[in-house]
């Protein structure tokens, strides 16, 4: 409970996101997890407020970012999650907020988040491994016969939770993240470790032997992220800068005509179809979205192109003496239609997918409309 007008103080400052008077009171030695009437700390404050500059100076004064006295049991990462600031969200997990942790009513952070339509926090949140479980507890106890490649070792533990909270799924950036770590990967066999860590993630977030709340997200993450570990293994070489190289080159290049990315393509169909655990809802959804953009990406510019063709043609043959017919293009709707390039990828999450599949499937509904406002003009044009 507050107890003096400067306690009092620095939670207003901290709601209203003043920086400076925050930062003042905190040098006057004000305390930082002072709480007010309801049990809520400067922090807890800035949290719901998405004032993520306020919340790391408290942080970096000690503020405990686990604090649960508020009257309700909310934590600043449940605050932080319903203001829907992701940074925010993002920065108290970074130091050291538990994902897990649940209020009065049984709910987490990431479940009130999800309530309140904030999808970026839910995913930023699920998408979280501590370094804690890192090293202690979860994740690094190895398979049966795997004792002699050894657990994974404490210099690799940064790059490796980097690269399981990203939130960007796309190769060339996991490739960068693996080179930006060079622990992860000298000596080599680091690099078997990890592909075994990820194995046991996997199983860890699915198998009801060993977890009661599945995490679909982080379970096919870690296949994903396995699947590009397991092709630098496959190269058998000491040299994984260059092939890193190599790979940001095949994962990026894309088609002439169309900017199609093939070998991406091929990686993300392959990853998914390898994934052990069939009946996990998110791998579902995701089969069902990405069965048809093969299909759709290599024929709907020739399709757009081929419609487009015989449309022109026909209304400008029949118009060619026309006053209008040198922009009759115009006239008759027939702009270019812009199909976004076919570049096939797990995005940041799965709901890029989603839109993107709803993208695609607009620009045929859109197709379909021009080709049939098309035919009735035409018929219209040999009628006269």
Not at 221 to 241: G, Q, R, W
Not at 268 to 278: C, D, G
Not at 339 to 358: F, N, Y
Request: charged share 25%; net charge neutral; glycine share 6%.
């Amino acid at each position: 409970m507050a107890l003096d007008t400067g306690e009092k103080t620095i939670i207003n400052y901290a709601t209203e996101g003043s920086f400076e008077d925050v930062e003042r009171l905190l040098k006057n030695h004000v305390p930082v997890d002072v709480h007010d009437e309801h049990g809520m700390t400067p922090l807890q404050h800035a949290a719901f407020k998405g004032h993520a500059n306020i919340c790391s100076l408290l942080l970096a004064h000690s503020a405990d970012v686990n604090d649960h006295e508020h009257d309700q049991g909310y934590t600043a990462l449940m605050f932080g999650a319903l203001s829907g600031n992701n940074e925010v969200v993002r920065i108290l997990l970074e130091a050291g907020a538990k994902p897990h942790q649940t209020n009065r009513i049984n709910r987490t952070a990431a479940q009130l988040a999800a309530f309140t339509g904030q999808k970026q926090c839910v995913d930023t949140i699920n998408n979280y491994v501590t370094l804690e479980d890192l090293n202690k507890r979860k994740y690094n106890n190895l398979f049966p016969g795997q004792e002699t490649e050894g657990k994974l070792p404490e210099s690799c533990m940064q790059g490796f939770q980097r690269l399981l909270i990203t939130i960007n799924f796309n190769p060339v950036h996991l490739l960068n993240l693996i080179c930006k770590y060079p622990e992860l990967y000298q000596t080599k066999s680091n690099l078997k470790r990890i592909s075994n860590t990820l194995s046991l993630i996997i199983e860890r977030s699915l198998d009801p032997f060993h977890t009661n709340e599945p995490n679909d997200t982080l379970a096919i993450k870690s296949h994903y992220i396995k699947a590009l570990i397991d092709i630098l293994l496959e190269k058998n070489t000491d040299d994984i800068d260059k092939v890193c190289s190599e790979l940001r080159k095949k994962f990026a290049h894309g088609n002439e005509n169309d900017g199609f990315r093939i070998y991406e393509e091929k990686f993300i169909r392959e990853t998914i179809r390898n994934f052990p655990y069939k009946q996990c809802p998110l791998l579902q959804q995701l089969v069902r979205l990405i069965a048809p953009i093969s299909l759709i990406s290599n024929i709907m510019q020739s399709l757009v192109s081929n419609i487009k063709g015989k449309l022109t043609g026909n209304l400008l043959t029949k118009t060619s003496n026309e006053k209008s017919s040198s922009n009759s293009n115009d006239s008759y709707g027939f702009r270019k239609i812009q199909i976004p390039e076919a570049k096939i990828g797990l995005g940041s999450t799965e709901g890029d997918l989603i839109h993107m599949v709803k993208k695609y499937l607009e620009i045929v509904g859109l197709v379909l409309i021009v080709w049939i406002i098309g035919k009735k003009k035409k018929t219209i044009v040999t009628s006269l």
